[in-house]
T-cell receptor, first 113, second 116 residues
């Protein structure tokens, strides 16, 4: 079974609407990372969460990690067409200095003008 | 911000030939780089962890002799797909993490490999 579940798989919203993407882990996380990807391109780093209950914001995007460090959400306020893309959460399960990330399947976001 | 450069961005090769993909950290040193593979509409699958000055660590199911990884310096790792076949066609992405402090992984822009 997938260690990291992302939901929804895809999302279509009208410009200006708020939206939330969720990422749930089957194991406790040492760190949770959010990235954005345009199809056929690399990943753009958005935010890194490491502490239980942590919340970070950048422009109109807010990411939270729950107290148990098993679930994270990414919230976009007043979405714009520029927010469209694939959002991926990546989990650090190991906690070591040589960590690797396991990724969820991604959420494809479409923002209609 | 940290920049990872991947080259080439796309390549087309014939079956049986080998292709080399380079991954460079431009403004930071990276003792560890990671190579991922991504199939259409799917997530990233970790292929191997590349460590500077030592052998790469491959994930289960990834053929070491097929995907040769060399991490020659703190800023360069290469992935060579040997004797490529059409099923090797995919999107390959590298990532690197700075040796300084607690920093996230930064990704290259990927390489689209098509084997004909």
């Amino acid at each position: 079974s997938q260690e990291l579940e992302q939901s929804p798989q895809s999302l279509i919203v009208q410009e200006g609407k708020n939206l939330t993407i969720n990422c749930t882990s089957s194991k406790t996380l040492y760190g949770l990372y959010w990235y954005k990807q345009k199809y056929g391109e690399g990943l753009i780093f958005l935010m890194m969460l490491q502490k239980g209950g942590e919340e970070k914001s950048h422009e109109k995007i807010t990411a939270k990690l729950d107290e148990k460090k098993q679930q994270s959400s990414l919230h976009i306020t007043a979405s714009q067409p520029s927010h469209a893309g694939i959002y991926l959460c990546g989990a650090d399960f190991g906690g070591g200095s040589n960590y690797k990330l396991t990724f969820g399947k991604g959420t494809l976001l479409t923002v209609n003008p | 911000g940290a920049v990872v450069s991947q080259h080439p961005s796309w390549v087309i090769c014939k079956s049986g030939t080998s292709v080399k993909i380079e991954c460079r950290s431009l403004d930071f040193q990276a003792t560890t780089m990671f190579w991922y593979r991504q199939f259409p509409k799917q997530s990233l699958m970790l292929m191997a962890t590349s460590n500077e000055g030592s052998k790469a660590t491959y994930e289960q199911g990834v053929e070491k002799d097929k995907f040769l990884i060399n991490h020659a310096s703190l800023t360069l790792s290469t992935l060579t797909v040997t004797s490529a076949h059409p099923e090797d066609s995919s999107f390959y992405i590298c990532s690197a993490r700075s040796i300084n402090g607690n920093s996230p992984l930064h990704f290259g822009n990927g390489t689209r490999l098509t084997v004909t």
